[in-house]
């Protein structure tokens, strides 16, 4: 299970320190162990992207040694899925048969069913007990700002805070804290001096995978640049002198044991023992990839994009898949052309909010932000916000004396007497009525002005009007010039763009849900869950400066003076799209205006669309029943979010914009005929398919395990200090997505768990060529993680190739000639 280790055992008499080779160690067991994010900024991430140099049967079944998860559907879903047709068949026959294995599908139901029936998860009380303490510590040193009294001396560090008061824990048998070691180095030292060195990478990956939960937050934040981390320092090293330190003194066991592992049913003439769930997941995702080639239009070779037909408006959307749905509704309105971006938008960005005392990372988690970006009203912009103060004031202290009163001893009896009736009115008020709620919401944010509709993104570097020197922060507030027109060049470039409307909209996207942990993973993933508004803001900012835009005409970007560029956000709750328009010339008013209109059919045809796959909605209110999701806090799935991704297609629009892909693909703009480098197709290979992958693996294993890589049903989390939930009262921080995202009901899956199959339209020895230089990408692939990559080759009549691994495609890659658009590269393999 454990990695083997790099250099010879120890004692310390070799002229090293025993302390750098425990910090090694500890480097090697943490790779396992997956970051999480807090609450406030969940992101989805692939749970075992520290296995992913492996194939991904090894991983899965190492991944159930250290955590206890499955790593395949249980056989009832395989059953089901087979039964429906999901699973083809001829498909499954086929791939059965072309790995050796004999045996018909329902006998290796049956198999992995009775196997199934002897999963016995181990237990030991003393290690419960070492968690059940662990946990009670972590949660109150970790807690962000929400404890009425906070654990004392915690900026001294976790081991040192925990040192100090372990005497005063009952629990705990220690009488003195100076009876304990003072340094976590050495607490780690004395107790792992029991344990062979060459057993420590082990041992220490078992304990860090004990509560992966809390150890990939420490993980996570170790990383940072959080404000709590600098304040409040905690590191994995401190975590694990902490649980070692327990361990010894519970007697519980320290290295870990040979439990018994129910290995999955193995053909033993397979080919390295690949298990059986795994020709059925990749007949399962044979079957949707068989399916999503046919929505492939194969005549197609080109976008026609820069065809001379001027587009009525041109939106570009995250390459969300809910942004697929919309997309298509919205195209059948008018000429409208629409496009698949990163929801960041191409700036790795820190977005502070006009009204927000805080600031957050808007760009993948695969980047650091580069600069600092903050929301300041407009000089025509005064009147509207102090309205937005006005309110904002009011709302903010209202709940600020609510919370006071309700948290604090001595006042929550008064609160009740008082209070008591009236708050018991309004909690009536938005479980009965919520759509009474929806109207009244709606009512208010009519009046009350969004800061995007009066503010202005500071995204120059040498505007100091708001009085920001660069030194007193990590990051420069905003862009240099020559930043800027990259950003836009690179948005142009990635998705093949040679003309330009009207109105240009960025449309970044965010949701609303009420009384919901996980709010922020229904936002933009690539903006690190938060809304894409600040993001496309900025974008439409920095495209609308006349500097920029003549120097992008100087590199052969022809903008019309009369193209004016804006930002919008999807709220992928309602579908509703508001538009932030403050720079939009009254000589575009008409059109602006029919953009609002065909947003609004748009919004109904999509919300119905979404509204037939909920439960117990009414498919003829399909507004109406999203607004009432959006705000009843009694609501377990106001919407599906990216449940039912599966395929990923990277190409022009064309391709597919006949047929509807049921909102379970994204979809990334990409025209090579215009890149004949290949340097804007590796870019979104090395960027947004990894990123897609992280998601599509975090809904697979939070499906198929919801236990262990999901957090379990929302009516029994518990919030957690605002960094994760808990099932019940205690216990490991929840990881991955709960049960009411992903399932329909207890039983049944909403989200089919499979791994993702991208589909890229470009000439084959391109994509080769990139895999080749992105050793990262291809093993993502080869390893499995990617359940398929396919190209569609438009220098060949849109042949289809499959990607077979070592750079090699089936059918095989042979020399062609064939007739090409002006400016292309010449393709022969």
């Avoid at 290690?127 to 972590?138: A, N, P, S, Y």
């Avoid at 990262?776 to 359940?787: F, K, P, S, T, Y």
Wanted: charge should be negative; proline fraction near 6%; charged fraction near 25%.
């Amino acid at each position: 299970m454990s990695r083997t280790r790099t250099q010879s055992p120890t004692d310390g008499t070799d002229g090293t320190d025993i302390h750098e080779h425990i910090r090694d160690s500890i480097d090697r067991a943490a790779d396992t162990v997956g970051s999480v994010w807090p609450l406030h900024s969940f992101v989805t991430a692939n749970p075992l992207s520290g296995f992913e140099h492996r194939p991904f049967h090894r991983a899965v079944d190492e991944a159930q040694d250290l955590f206890g998860g499955r790593g395949y559907p249980h056989p009832s879903v395989f059953r089901q899925a087979w039964e429906d047709g999901r699973i083809d068949s001829v498909i499954l026959d086929e791939e059965l048969a072309a790995h050796g294995v004999d045996r018909d599908p329902e006998a290796l139901l049956e198999e992995m069913e009775a196997a199934e029936a002897d999963r016995k998860p181990a237990t030991d009380e003393a290690t419960e007990r070492v968690d059940r303490v662990l946990t009670k510590w972590l949660a109150s040193f970790l807690e962000q700002g929400e404890a009425q009294w906070s654990m004392p001396n915690r900026e001294a560090g976790f081991y040192a805070a925990w040192r100090t008061l372990a005497p005063y824990d009952g629990e705990i048998p220690c009488d003195d804290g100076d009876d304990l070691p003072e340094t976590p180095l050495e607490a780690l030292e004395a107790v792992l001096g029991e344990c062979p060195e060459p057993r420590w990478d082990e041992t220490l990956e078992h304990h860090l995978a004990s509560l992966p939960g809390w150890t990939g937050l420490i993980k996570q934040r170790e990383a940072s640049t959080d404000s709590w981390q600098e304040r409040y320092p905690i590191t994995i090293t401190e975590y694990l002198a902490v649980r070692l330190t327990l361990s010894d003194l519970f007697n519980a066991p320290t290295e870990p044991g040979a439990e018994a592992n129910v290995d999955e049913v193995d053909d033993a003439t397979g080919d390295e023992a690949v298990p059986i769930p795994e020709r059925f997941l990749s007949a399962w995702e044979e079957s949707y990839r068989h399916d999503l080639l046919e929505c492939v239009d194969d005549s197609v070779t080109e976008s026609s994009h820069g065809d001379g037909e001027r587009p009525a408006a041109q939106l570009v959307f995250c390459i969300d898949t809910r942004s697929e749905i919309i997309r298509r509704h919205l195209e059948a309105q008018g000429p409208y052309e629409t496009h698949g971006y990163a929801g960041f938008f191409g700036i790795p960005m820190r977005h502070q909010g006009y009204d927000s005392a805080v600031e957050v990372d808007a760009c993948p988690p695969i980047l650091e932000p580069e600069h600092r970006v903050v929301d300041r009203p407009r000089a025509d912009g005064a009147a509207d916000a102090d309205i937005r103060d006005r309110w904002s004031g009011l709302a903010h202290a209202t709940r600020k004396h609510f919370k006071r009163l309700k948290t604090n001893v001595v006042a929550a009896f008064t609160f009740i007497e008082g209070a008591g009736s009236a708050y018991g009115s309004a909690m009536a008020a938005r479980t009965l009525f919520p759509s009474s709620l929806a109207t009244l919401r709606t009512a208010v944010d009519e009046r009350v002005p969004r800061p995007g509709e009066f503010c202005s993104p500071t995204v120059d570097c040498d505007d100091h009007e708001y009085g920001y020197e660069h030194d007193e922060h990590d990051l420069s507030v905003g862009m240099t010039h020559e930043q800027r027109v990259e950003y836009a060049q690179t948005a142009f470039d990635l998705m093949g763009w040679t003309e330009f409307a009207r109105l240009v909209v960025f449309t970044g996207h965010a949701s609303h849900t009420t009384n919901n942990p996980f709010d922020s993973s229904l936002d933009c993933g690539a903006c690190a869950g938060n809304p894409g508004g600040p993001n496309a803001r900025a974008l439409a900012a920095i495209c609308n400066d006349e500097g920029v835009r003549t120097e992008l005409r100087e590199r052969g970007y022809d903008i019309p003076e009369d193209t004016v560029f804006l930002a919008g956000e999807h709220n992928t709750t309602t579908d509703a799209v508001t538009l932030f328009d403050g720079d939009v010339p009254e000589s575009h008013a008409g059109e602006l205006e029919r953009l609002r209109e065909n947003l609004e059919a748009a919004r109904e045809a999509a919300a119905t669309e979404r509204v037939a796959s909920m439960a117990g909605a009414d498919p003829n209110r399909g507004v109406a029943e999203t607004e009432r999701r959006a705000v009843d806090w009694a609501e377990t799935r106001p919407e599906w979010g990216l449940a039912g991704n599966a395929g990923f297609v990277i190409g022009p629009r064309e391709l597919t914009d006949d047929a509807s892909l049921e909102g379970r693909a994204f979809l990334h703009s990409y025209d090579w005929t215009t890149d004949p480098d290949g340097e804007a197709l590796e870019a979104i290979m090395a960027g947004p398919l990894v990123v897609t992958q992280w998601i599509n693996n975090q809904y697979y294993f939070a499906t198929v395990d919801n236990g262990v890589y999901g957090s379990g049903s929302k009516v029994t989390q518990n919030p957690v200090g605002n960094v994760g939930v808990v099932q019940g009262n205690g216990g490991d921080l929840m990881t991955g997505l709960p049960l009411q995202s992903l399932k329909a009901d207890d039983e049944r899956p909403f989200h089919q768990p499979l791994r993702l199959s991208a589909v890229i339209h470009a000439p084959v020895d391109r994509v080769t060529e990139i895999l080749r230089e992105h050793d990262d990408v291809e093993r993502l692939v080869a390893n499995g993680w990617i359940g398929g990559l396919t190209v569609v080759d438009p220098t060949q009549d849109n042949r289809v190739f499959h990607y077979q691994g070592d750079l090699e495609w089936e059918p095989p890659v042979v020399a062609t000639v064939t007739q090409q658009p002006a400016g292309s590269p010449a393709t022969s393999d």
